[in-house]
């Protein structure tokens, strides 16, 4: 346990690495800094942290503003308040002129503490891939985390990066790249492509490993660049196993498994099966009973593939 | 300030020149935000032409002084000056609104030269300006921010938050400027949403606030000079207008917000700013073409 690392952690450590290197990286705070993990940053470079207070819509144009002139601002809150109240924000400020803004969601899909349905954000990631020149990517692991962080940091354009708050074990392997638009294949198999991203890809690879039990061969892709997505990875996966189910800590409609749907139903149509929040909203909890109230444990997950496999 | 004096005159006949061009914009296209642009002739005038540090040959100059029309459906006022400024040619104003024109309907600024931010969604504006403003306070630079809201705009939220933050951030490198025609889409805004008391408002904001009739160029001038005396906090130009300013049938009209022109009136109006006969005659052939 004592390796898990929370990917919230990794984003707050990685920002006053590359902030030390590149003065142009500013941080907004929309009043969450303890939380999204900012507050390192805000300690190592106080002039260059942009408190706004509660209010994410004028932090969006801030980051704008501040973009034109050559800085790299990363305006950060919970995933809920940087997707659904900024979103024209985001629409029309940011990613209609292509500016180069980067916007952090922290506590994302149900896992937020105990916050509730209303911190939860079930969206984001369906309002994020809508939006015209946004790129989207929700990192697994701390690893993955400091990879897009310097990826984002390199990259011209508006970025959505949607990072988790609680630990997780390492899923990349510690020389990992990452590419933007590439998927990682974490386990082969060939009878079924299990795809996931973000905290769920640890339920997803322990049930590729309780199916196996039932001799179900099931290749496991880690899909943290969400937009654009890696099509040839779920055509391969499509054509190679036949069947896809994809897990994913968000609504089922717009987000990862949409997005995999999209490509398969267009170039390689094979059966799909979505697992992840039925078009529901969620409730107050620990992610644990989060994930038996909504049906994301390993063991639901394995059960959904075996029905689907039907063996 | 390097500012050159100013004939009074010279901009009076650049603003009814901005105002010809609207008329002709919007009459060829037939669609256009013509009450909101004619209302801030005066106010565009003076900022192109004694106000701001630009540079037409080079609009990304880097110590430029920056101007936002957060009320970027005032579009092809903001199009003409730009033109009249020589960002861009004269010869392209009447293809705005076309698909692969770079004059669309609200400013682009990726298409438009000495457009800096791209707006349209009343409200944002405001807070872009903020951000341009800090910046230039992070990177020591010298250059000033110039925003330009509509009233009906001030009810979105977003306003109050930018104008919180302004001055939180003692942003006296800021200047906005609020178009204080009395209407709005659809209708007064006393009856909409009454903004009153604006003035107040923003003082308690803690902004310094100038009242002015804004289609002064005397009151104008002695807003914005009074404005860069002021140290620690960001001002605020209250600009009392008139909605549809120099072609008497559309001023204080709601109707004249967002329209189409028919030739009559097109011809009227081109003829109440003077405009010359043989030019009156091209706009309407043009107009015609369609």
């Known amino acids: 346990m004592s390796d898990r690392i929370a990917p919230r952690e990794a984003f707050g450590k990685t920002l006053v690495r590359l902030g030390e290197e590149n003065p142009n990286i500013v941080v907004l705070d929309a009043d969450l800094a303890p939380s999204t993990k900012t507050s390192y940053f805000r300690e190592s470079f106080p002039q260059r942290f942009i408190p706004v207070g509660i209010a994410e819509q004028n932090m969006i144009g801030i980051a704008a503003g501040l973009s034109t002139l050559g800085f790299i601002p990363f305006a950060t809150t919970f995933a809920c308040f940087a997707s659904r109240r900024v979103c024209d924000q985001v629409t029309v400020s940011c990613a209609y002129p292509r500016l180069n803004v980067k916007i952090v969601g922290g506590y994302v899909g149900l896992f937020v503490g105990k916050n509730g349905a209303t911190h939860q954000a079930l969206e984001d990631i369906a309002i994020m891939r809508s939006i015209a020149n946004m790129v989207v990517i929700e990192p697994v692991d701390a690893t993955e985390t400091e990879r897009v962080i310097e990826f984002a940091c390199n990259y011209d354009g508006p970025v959505y990066l949607r990072i988790g708050r609680d630990p997780m074990p390492q899923i990349v392997p510690q020389d990992y790249k990452f590419q933007l638009g590439r998927a990682l294949v974490l386990r082969e198999g060939k009878d ?92 107050s909890g620990t992610n644990e009973e989060m994930k038996a109230k909504f049906k994301l444990r390993a063991e639901d997950i394995a059960k959904e593939v075996i029905n689907f496999v039907g063996r | 300030m390097n500012k050159k004096p100013v004939e009074r005159k010279k901009l009076e006949e650049i603003a009814n020149r901005l105002r010809i061009k609207v008329v002709k914009m919007i009459g060829k296209s037939g669609f256009g935000h013509a009450g909101g642009s004619m209302s801030i002739a005066e106010i565009l005038t003076t900022l192109y032409f004694y106000e701001l540090q630009v540079d037409p040959e080079n609009p990304a100059w880097e110590e430029r002084d920056r101007f936002i029309l957060s009320k970027g459906h005032a579009a092809p006022i903001f199009y003409a000056v730009l033109s009249e400024k020589g960002f861009i040619p004269e010869d392209i104003l009447l293809t705005i609104h076309h698909p692969d024109s770079p004059l669309q309907c609200h400013p682009d600024m990726r298409l438009c030269p ?34 330009l809201l509509g009233d009906g705009e001030a009810q979105e939220g977003q306003v109050w938050e930018a104008a919180m933050s302004a001055s939180k951030f003692k942003l006296d490198n800021l200047l906005a400027i609020i178009d204080y025609n009395k209407l709005e889409l659809s209708g007064k805004i006393n009856e ?32 914005l000079d009074e404005a860069k005396k002021i140290k620690g906090k960001p001002t605020l130009i209250i600009a009392h207008t008139v909605k549809g300013q120099g072609v008497s049938f559309m001023e204080d009209k709601v109707e004249w917000h967002a329209v189409s022109m028919s030739v009559d009136q097109v011809k009227e109006a081109l003829k109440e700013l003077g405009c010359p006969q043989e030019e009156i005659e091209l706009t309407l052939s043009q107009m015609k073409e369609e």
Request: with cysteine.
């Open chain 2, 192 to 223: 909409v949403m009454p903004l009153e008391p604006l003035y107040d408002k923003w003082v308690s904001f803690g902004w310094h606030v100038i009242e002015i009739n804004g289609h002064s160029f005397t009151q104008i001038i002695n807003a």
């Open chain 1, 192 to 283: 079924v492509t299990l795809i996931s991203s973000g905290a769920m890809v640890e339920d997803t690879l322990k049930a590729a490993s309780l199916v196996e039990k039932e001799g179900i061969d099931a290749r496991v892709i880690n899909m943290s660049c969400i937009k654009p997505v890696d099509e040839e990875i779920i055509v391969k996966a499509a054509e190679e196993t036949g069947r896809i189910v994809t897990v994913e800590n968000h609504n089922i409609i717009g987000g990862l498994g949409s997005a995999v749907c999209e490509v398969v139903a267009e170039r390689y149509p094979v059966r799909i099966k979505r697992i992840g929040i039925r078009d529901v909203f969620g409730k």
């Open chain 2, 114 to 147: 000495g457009v800096e931010a791209s707006t349209g969604a009343l409200g944002q504006g405001l807070s872009i300006a903020v951000g341009m403003a800090l910046g230039a306070k992070l990177k020591g630079k010298s250059f000033r921010v110039y925003a």
